[in-house]
């Protein structure tokens, strides 16, 4: 009877801890001044909208080790060189990947899953002017590379600010044909 019961608490002390990562990474918003719609899901990756060169500090001192841009350098209020220079004095990795929400191009998203999947890339943080670009490109990551069915990446994807649906089919095409 002892028996059965060390058993039974050990199976049940083993599938908690097996299901403590995804408990773990809940997406979160935070304030941050210099920094519009930031979702991050806790120890992995930030998604958020346009980002100052004056953030780049924090985002640091929250743990990020790489900063993916993906805006384009005609954007309104876009200011690459700053944010590089930012990245570079903070010693954190910075990566321009431009990508077109209104005619995305499968090769930005080749570029971006080269970036987050370079070795010491993540944590991450991901941005474009308003966030929906950045968790897109999340979402991409989490079906080509980590395989995660569709219905679990795009409900992580939507929490981190995914919303528009011509993005999210760009993303579940570009999934299906692109493994890794």
Known sequence: MKSHFLIAAGLLAAAWMAAAPARAQEVTTQTVDGITNLHRLETTVACAGATKAQAVP????MGFVSIINLRQAGEPGADLEAEAAAAKAADIRYYHVPFNGAAPDPAAAD?????????????????CAGGGRAATMWFIKRLVVDHWDIERAAKEAAALGMTNPALKQFAIDYAQTHKR
């Open 111 to 127: 570029k971006f899953l080269d970036a987050i999947t370079a070795k010491g890339s993540e944590p991450a943080f991901i941005h």
């Open 58 to 61: 924090e985002i640091k001192k």
